[in-house]
């Protein structure tokens, strides 16, 4: 119980200080290098307003056309279903509030514990479900890489740790909890580093080539 205590104080304590700090450096960077650097000045006259069109296509790109659908279901739905699970587990999971309360100041109403346990269940199966579908097309295996594979790893561990935490699988109880943190740690070390970023660029290039078509006032 002894190992398994300073391992969760650990990751609690100086893990978690270094943790933070990659991420929010690591994430400052890429946000500069998007927003100053990767957009070129454009010195043609604009034919319309940028900022209504890029917010336009960030809510049309949002939701899947029909004709996405109907090529792409399975990646819709169960895109869709594992993405909110592990929002809802990351955001209104009461103890997860309380954490970002601790470090940002802020917080909000979370769900009752119960309800986020059968979403993380869902997001669980969504995600092993994900991972045969890509193992399984001839297209996506094909193009698929180590970075998707160990993206998706880290997203599973993540939940998985989260649960079994939980519902006190894995003893001694400190043990488990600090796989779990230890887990969501390398997660945000990851996170400014490889695809996961689009948690923050995906809104912003959304916005970005409605605006682009706006000011050429053709509608995206």
């Known amino acids: 119980m002894s190992d398994a205590m300073d391992f969760l104080l650990w990751t609690k304590g100086p893990m978690f200080n270094i943790a933070m700090a990659i991420f929010a450096i690591g994430l400052l960077a890429r946000l500069v290098e998007i927003l100053v650097l990767g957009r070129s000045t454009n010195y043609a006259e604009p034919r319309a307003n940028e900022w209504m069109p890029g917010f336009r296509t960030v809510l049309t790109r949002t939701v899947a056309d029909p004709g996405t659908f109907k090529r792409a279901p399975f990646n819709v739905v169960v895109g869709w279903v594992w993405h909110i699970g592990f929002l809802i587990a990351l955001l209104l999971f009461i103890p997860h509030i309380e954490l970002i309360k601790g ?118």
């Open 103 to 220: 470090v940002l100041g802020i917080s909000w109403p979370g769900l009752a514990n119960p309800v986020v346990d059968f979403f993380t269940a869902v997001t669980l199966l969504s995600l092993i479900a994900t991972l045969v579908h890509r193992m399984t097309h001839p297209v996506k295996r094909r193009i698929s890489t180590v970075e998707d594979y160990l993206v998706w790893t880290i997203v599973f561990l993540v939940v998985l740790t989260g649960y079994l935490a939980y519902h006190r699988l894995v003893n001694p109880y400190p043990l488990a909890l600090g796989m779990h943190i230890l887990c969501a740690e390398i997660f945000l070390i990851m996170l400014p580093f490889t695809k996961l970023t689009h948690i923050f660029t995906a809104f912003i290039a959304r916005w970005y080539n409605g605006a682009a078509f706006g000011r050429k006032g053709v509608q995206s």
